[in-house]
């Protein structure tokens, strides 16, 4: 079974801070790697998504991810926060050909200060 | 996302109720999913249905069932609850190739 680990509980920037949010997975095959943002009081949302090509990924709000096959790992990047980036985000992954359930990491909680 | 539902938003109940979760979509998905949030443990899979006919447990199904009434309708029951349920609870939709999930709002159970 596939396991996330994403090594950050809880991060702290100030605005126009650049981000790094570390995940790793668990898993011997091939993958299809996720990450989801919730912002306080919400649902998640898909941030932005990784299947084949160029394992570096781009999604909304400025966010992009690479996807480095040989550390197992997809960490998640922005240049510079904003206020409203402040949310808790969810790396996941799913065997490719599964396609039935999500692995969620337990989730970094990023908090940027005005 | 508006187009999957769950009724109610709030609920809080006392031990040894039953107690029904709802969730409904209007993204034409075959596949509808059922998970827990917890703080610090992220979010676990408790149910998922591939269609109407195909029921299958997550992880943490224990105390838990599911009814697919619809393909639209997919239901979490608590049949007894006890206050370790207490979490919020999110059903999600996908399509199912790739297996992007779109998850509604959250229901927050509280078992007191």
């Known amino acids: 079974a596939q396991s996330v680990s994403q090594h950050n509980h809880h991060v702290i920037l100030s605005e126009a801070a650049s981000l790094e949010l570390g995940c790793n997975y668990s898993?011997?095959?091939?993958?299809?790697l996720f990450w989801y943002v919730q912002y306080p009081g919400q649902h998640l949302q898909l941030l932005l998504k990784y299947f084949s090509g160029d394992p570096l990924v781009k999604g909304i709000k400025g966010f992009e991810a690479e996807f480095i096959k040989s550390k197992f790992s997809f960490n998640l990047r922005k240049p510079s926060v904003q206020w409203s980036d402040t949310a808790e985000y969810f790396c996941?992954?799913?065997?490719?050909?599964?396609?039935?359930?999500?692995?969620f990491g337990k989730g970094t909680l990023l908090t940027v200060n005005p | 996302d508006a187009d999957v539902t769950q009724t109610p938003r709030n609920r809080i109940t006392k031990t040894g109720k039953r107690i029904m979760l709802e969730c409904s979509q209007t993204k034409g998905h075959d596949r509808m999913y059922w998970y827990r949030q917890d703080p610090g443990l992220g979010l676990q899979l408790i149910y998922y249905s591939f269609d109407v006919k195909d029921i299958n447990k997550g992880e943490i199904s224990d105390g838990y069932s599911v009814s697919r009434q619809a393909q639209a309708k997919f239901s979490l029951s608590l049949e007894s609850a006890i206050p370790n349920q207490t979490a919020l609870y999110f059903c999600?939709?996908?399509?199912?190739?790739?297996?992007?999930?779109?998850f509604g709002p959250g229901t927050r159970l509280t078992v007191l």
């Open positions: 898993y011997g095959g091939t993958v299809n």
């Open positions: 999600a939709t996908s399509d199912g190739t790739p297996d992007t999930q779109y």
């Open positions: 996941a992954v799913t065997p490719r050909g599964s396609n039935y359930k999500l692995t």
